[in-house]
Nanobody
Framework: QLQAYGGGLVQVGGSLRLSCTPS????????MGWLRQAPGQEREFVSA???????TFYADSVKGRFTVSRDTKNTMYLQMDSLKPEDTAVYYC???????????????????WGQGTQVTVSS
């Protein structure tokens, strides 16, 4: 499983850094991603990073404001800057199993979900 940390309450324009750590197994060879779910809405893709860290992907709504990265210990990070009220959601990290061939932009492609972390942006 993967566990997300680092959420909190922040004002509009502020920053937060989320962390995602694995538990029970490694994800060295997996695409890892961040997804979020706001109250009453479907879970949506936010960002993803390849196993090597060489390629990153972002939803249009966060492009230019969020930055995803991962280290050699398989911890993944999401640096969130210029936060907006519409970024308020529970943020989850997950990974795509090697046997899944779906789009990395689709939440259905991800497994190994853990508990999310709440991010609240106040205006």
């Amino acid at each position: 499983q993967l566990q997300a940390y680092g959420g909190g309450l922040v004002q509009v324009g502020g920053s937060l850094r989320l962390s995602c750590t694995p538990s029970g197994r490694t994800f060295n060879n997996n695409i890892m991603g961040w997804l979020r779910q706001a109250p009453g809405q479907e879970r949506e893709f936010v960002s993803a990073i390849t196993a090597s860290g060489g390629s990153t992907f972002y939803a249009d709504s966060v492009k230019g404001r969020f930055t995803v990265s991962r280290d050699t210990k398989n911890t993944m990070y999401l640096q969130m800057d210029s936060l907006k009220p519409e970024d308020t959601a529970v943020y989850y990290c997950a990974a795509i199993p090697s046997y899944i061939s779906g789009s990395l932009y689709s939440p259905d492609s991800y497994e190994y979900w853990g508990q999310g972390t709440q991010v609240t942006v106040s205006s």
